[in-house]
């Protein structure tokens, strides 16, 4: 089975702190995706990264895809309560239309 | 923008109803996808569709099944709904590469009684 293992599983923090946040696997992705989730709503794409190597930079957010395209980190810097929810990686392994989504990290950032 | 619509959020129907759920997007996307979402259990393909009239099985479409007449049209059914089968359901949709990124609607959260 083809899996996506996110770390850490939940993450509690305060304001003002920095955090990483993992995306493993033992398969080559053509791409990866990172969304983030509210209660309630469906998941909104924070970024794309396609190339091995790939460093993208979303204001405070830094995203990077490993050299093999097996695995991806999300930094966050200087955290906000507006950051928290669930964070999603995501992609297809392969050559195929069918996305494996990680298995979530749960951030939660305090005031 | 990007749009991915779904007709509706919350819904809350009887054993044994049939149960339609409907989505929409805008971006002439030939990939449609239908999820659900459980608690610790994470996201899971029920059905897909790569072009209309095509439908492909997720990884748990027992129960289910899916109607795509139009590109931009792409429906849920659940023809004898279960009380196992409350849940989030979201659609989506890609381009049809398979780099290509996938774009979810709002989610519709759905419970059998």
């Known amino acids: 089975t083809q899996l996506l293992e996110q770390s850490p599983q939940f993450l509690s923090i305060q304001e003002g702190e920095n955090l990483t946040v993992y995306c493993n696997s033992s398969?080559?992705?053509?791409?990866l995706q990172w969304y983030r989730q509210e209660p309630g709503e469906g998941p909104v794409l924070l970024v794309t990264v396609v190339t091995g190597g790939e460093v993208k930079k979303l204001k405070r957010l830094t995203f990077q895809f490993g050299d093999a395209r097996k695995d991806s980190s999300l930094h966050i810097t200087a955290a906000q309560p507006g950051d928290t929810g669930l964070y999603l990686c995501?992609?297809?392994?392969?050559?195929?239309?069918?996305?494996?989504f990680g298995t979530g990290t749960r951030l939660k950032v305090l005031a | 923008d990007v749009k991915v619509t779904q007709s509706s959020r919350y819904l809350v129907k009887r054993t044994g109803e049939k149960v339609f759920l409907e989505c929409v997007q805008d971006m002439d996307h030939e990939n449609m996808f239908w999820y659900r979402q459980d608690p610790g259990l994470g996201l899971r393909l029920i059905y897909f569709s790569y072009d209309v009239k095509m439908k492909e099985k997720g990884d748990i479409p027992e129960g289910y099944s899916v109607s795509r007449e139009k590109k931009e049209r792409f429906s849920l059914i659940l023809e004898s709904a279960s009380t196992n089968q409350t849940s989030m359901y979201l659609c989506?949709?890609?381009?049809?590469?398979?780099?290509?990124?996938?774009?979810f609607g709002e989610g519709s959260w759905l419970t059998v009684v």
């Open positions: 989506a949709s890609s381009l049809p590469d398979s780099g290509n990124t996938i774009y």
């Open positions: 398969s080559v992705f053509s791409s």
């Open positions: 995501a992609g297809p392994p392969g050559r195929t239309y069918k996305y494996i």
